[in-house]
């Protein structure tokens, strides 16, 4: 009970600064002939009470930490040159044993990891049909894992925001160097994007590049009403149309594998207050390591919202999600070279529940939420469950 009320007061706490006046907007910097920067940061500070590690013997607990945060800069070198560098320090002062996702920072007891998150400059050669994009970055397939998280209209983001990303490139974060073309077409109805990435993580005595495409076809209200590469799940009451993407990569024999892809389907569906997505990644690998194996792993996950707008502005939000990772069978055991199956050795499921208030849309905005999630064997053996509560606030600016 003790642990409960210490948990429910730091939330309070992170109301009271919720309720705080908001931070003027991100400053921004003009040099002429087109040129400007701005100056921009992104924070989630959350509060997760562990009810269960799913680990024998061990405390339910909270963790005060902050689970994302973003500064860099954006703009324009010129006017048809845009960019974006920023740098990431994530889960600052997370306990390890906490049952929420993430790994701590802490490599040498001492929170010091701060990143390149992206590093991007476009060449917009035409504005809609031709945007030349150039850097380090997420290849454009997998919709959960091509939006950001500060734009999901659930508390934690589902399992095809990970797996998907370790499949194709190995790192956490996703991203690669590489170049795209993207851009819209068909009065906006269509999106489409086409990468080459050179995926250092599978390098050795055979090479072969990471091919990644993307098309996206709208009915109803277009997704975008201009280019870009940033993306969300919610437009907050004001969007009537369904938005349906097919993503495919493939890459070649390396020293790891003969053939690795991945397959996907996604559905993003706004009809006024009402916000649907879903996705479906087939993750399928041949060959690997020489030995005649292969496997093919399978993520995939459902969220609804709906936005209560109220008097003064501010949206209510209650939100669900439900998210399943399925491992191939023969992988079983858990006993695999991590380098050689990178995806996913064991099946998930979750479950989440939560409440949102938009104070200021995405810009300020508070989240309370409930997750559970079930861990077993691929055989369907060993199952096992974590689950926790977690406050979490968030602010962009």
């Known amino acids: 009970m003790k642990k409960l009320l210490a948990s429910a007061l730091l939330g309070a706490g992170a109301i009271a600064l919720l309720n705080a006046p908001s931070a003027n907007a991100a400053p921004t910097f003009y040099f002429g002939d087109g040129k400007k920067l701005t100056i921009f940061q992104m924070v989630q500070v959350w509060n997760v009470y562990t009810i269960d590690t799913g ?54 007891k ?23 994009s150039i850097g380090y970055f997420r290849p454009q397939v997998g919709k959960e894992s091509i939006t950001t998280a500060f734009k999901v209209i659930s508390f934690q983001k589902s399992h095809p925001n990970f797996q998907p990303r370790r499949h194709i490139v190995y790192r956490g974060p996703g991203r690669e160097t590489g170049i795209n073309w993207g851009g819209l077409a068909l009065n906006k109805q269509l999106n489409f994007n086409f990468g080459i990435f050179d995926v250092d993580s599978y390098s050795g005595k055979k090479w072969s590049p990471m091919y990644a495409a993307r098309v996206a076809w709208s009915f109803g209200d277009p997704e975008h009403k201009k280019y870009k590469m940033g993306y969300t799940q919610t437009y907050y009451g004001k969007r009537n149309g369904v938005t349906v993407g097919l993503n495919y990569t493939y890459q070649g024999e390396t020293d790891y594998f003969k053939s690795n892809t991945l397959l996907g389907f996604d559905i993003l569906a706004n009809f006024g207050p009402i916000d649907f997505n879903a996705e479906y990644d087939i993750l399928n690998r041949t060959d690997f390591n020489t030995n005649g194996d292969d496997y093919k792993n ?100």
């Open 55 to 108: 680990k024998d013997g061990y405390d339910s607990r909270n963790d005060v930490y902050i689970r994302r945060g973003r500064i860099g800069v954006k703009g324009k070198l010129r006017k048809d040159i845009s960019f974006r560098v920023w740098f990431a320090y994530d889960n600052l002062g997370k306990d390890p044993d906490s049952a929420s996702t993430g790994g701590k920072n802490q490599s040498t």
């Open 110 to 132: 001492v929170n010091r990891e701060f990143y390149i998150w992206d590093a991007i400059w476009t060449w917009a050669a035409d504005k809609e049909w031709a945007n030349i």
């Open 298 to 397: 399978t993520v995939w996950s459902a969220k609804i919202g709906y936005n209560f707008k109220l008097s003064n502005g501010q949206i209510i939000r209650p939100a669900v999600m439900y998210s399943e990772s399925n491992a191939d069978s023969i992988f079983a055991t858990g006993v695999v070279d991590s380098k050689i199956h990178s995806s996913l050795t064991k099946d998930y499921k979750m479950y989440e529940v939560s409440l949102n208030w938009l104070i200021k849309k995405d810009k300020l905005k508070l989240n309370i939420a409930y997750n559970y999630e079930e861990i077993g064997n691929a055989d369907g053996s060993n199952m096992e469950g974590n689950s926790y509560i977690g406050v979490g606030f968030q602010f962009i600016y």
